[in-house]
């Protein structure tokens, strides 16, 4: 019998599933697309599903024809109007020879055949070489390698770029730089007590999160910018990440999905369990009935939710990537849809990709060769306005689904 999915490393499994489908054939064909669900383990993720495998799809990818260059329809463009124009030329020479001035066969045949071979140029493809290996090299003095000639002039054929932001356009270094708690944006603590709903946002930063402290001495962490960022500001906060961990370690985990917008963790401590939510602000306000507020749970009614919201705001526009975090006491360990509903909303914390120095200049100079760059990014809309105003692609944002 066939396994279903071949797991490549694995610690303390919990999975949820509505049945594996079988698929042969190697780590290509293990993997998925459509009708997923999910499989959580507390260092690796599976997915499995009943429908085509990914090895379908790079076999699809591996048949698809080739399309030629801009250049290469030119080349067979140019030469068939060549051909034609050599042969029309030849046949009224042809023409002439034989039923004007009434050469022999063989003679016409000869004059038209060398007629046709002088007009064709030998020299073209050593030109068009020439030319495109010139290219290159210029391509190459500007620290852009190309494997193919014929690619250099479908470069310079290019009107729109479409680029990611994350790593790309940006730093990829995730910085918690504000916190937002108790109705009010409050700075990141450099050291000394941390306490009240300040400790309650960054404690659940640090046990609603799959970031690893690989090396505690260094404070090496391995894991997504966002999680790795939550860790390092609670750590600049005097709080022991490790410490925290272990009194209150995760049971049962939700983890984040695009559809969700949104992870749950269940964390428990002796006989209580918490289950803490960390997402997207409208996702976790979504599911929040009350606040903390100096210390207090108050309910979130519609002028404190709006108040919320209009601070939230503030902080998207301003280009912040945010993230809200959640907190519930509930009476088991598994992780579900109810134990995160009516949660209590600790705060957002806020944090910063900066943009790569070099982006904007780059952008520019698209711009200036006509060329349109595109920004793609799964980020909130008004942050993805925010970063391409300072990054000159400007503010006008369309949503895919």
């Not at 290159?136 to 620290?143: G, T």
């Not at 000639?149 to 994350?166: H, R």
């Not at 109705?183 to 960054?202: A, N």
Request: hydrophobic share 45%; charged share 20%; net charge negative.
């Amino acid at each position: 019998m066939r396994p279903d999915v071949l797991l490549l490393r694995m610690h303390a499994t919990e999975a949820e599933s509505e049945g594996l489908a079988t698929f042969g054939g190697g780590i290509g064909s293990m993997l998925p697309m459509q009708h997923v669900c999910r499989h959580r383990f507390r260092h690796s993720r599976i997915l499995a599903t009943r429908a085509l495998a990914l090895g379908l799809i790079a076999a699809t990818l591996q048949s698809m024809a080739e399309r030629p260059t801009p250049f290469q329809v030119e080349v067979k463009k140019m030469a068939s109007q060549m051909t034609f124009l050599v042969g029309t030329l030849a046949l009224i020479v042809a023409f002439v020879l034989f039923f004007v001035q009434h050469e022999p066969l063989v003679d016409v045949a000869l004059n038209t055949l060398s007629l046709a071979v002088a007009t064709i140029p030998e020299s073209l493809p050593i030109v068009l070489t020439f030319a495109l290996a010139l290219g290159a090299h210029e391509m190459a003095v500007r620290r852009a390698v190309v494997r193919r000639l014929a690619v250099v002039e479908s470069l310079g054929s290019v009107d729109t770029i479409c680029t990611d932001k994350t790593g790309t356009l940006t730093q990829n270094i995730m910085t918690v730089q504000r916190l937002f708690i108790d109705g009010q944006t409050v700075p990141i603590p450099d050291g000394g007590t941390v306490e009240g709903t300040l400790l309650e946002l960054l404690q659940a930063g640090i046990l609603c999160n799959d970031a690893i402290v690989e090396d505690p001495e260094t404070f090496r962490l391995v894991g997504d910018p966002v999680d790795t960022a939550m860790l390092r500001v609670a750590k600049s906060a005097g709080l022991g990440v490790e410490n925290v961990r272990e009194q209150w370690p995760k049971v049962s985990e939700i983890p984040f999905s695009s559809e969700s917008k949104m992870m749950v963790t269940v964390n428990q401590r002796d006989h209580l369990f918490v289950a803490y939510a960390k997402g997207a602000p409208e996702a976790v306000l979504a599911r929040c009935a009350t606040m903390l507020r100096n210390g207090e749970t108050v309910p979130l009614d519609r002028d404190l939710r709006e108040s919320v919201e209009t601070s939230l705001h503030q902080l998207e526009i301003e280009a912040w990537y945010v993230l809200a975090l959640a907190r519930k006491e509930v009476d088991s360990d598994e992780a579900n849809d109810e134990a995160s509903q009516g949660m209590i909303l600790i705060g957002f914390q806020a944090m910063m990709d900066p943009p790569r120095p070099e982006a904007a200049e780059s952008i520019a100079q698209a711009h200036g060769a006509g060329i349109r760059v595109i920004m793609i990014t799964g980020d909130n809309s008004l942050t993805a306005r925010a970063v391409g105003a300072q990054l000159g692609i400007g503010t006008r944002a369309c949503r895919s689904q």
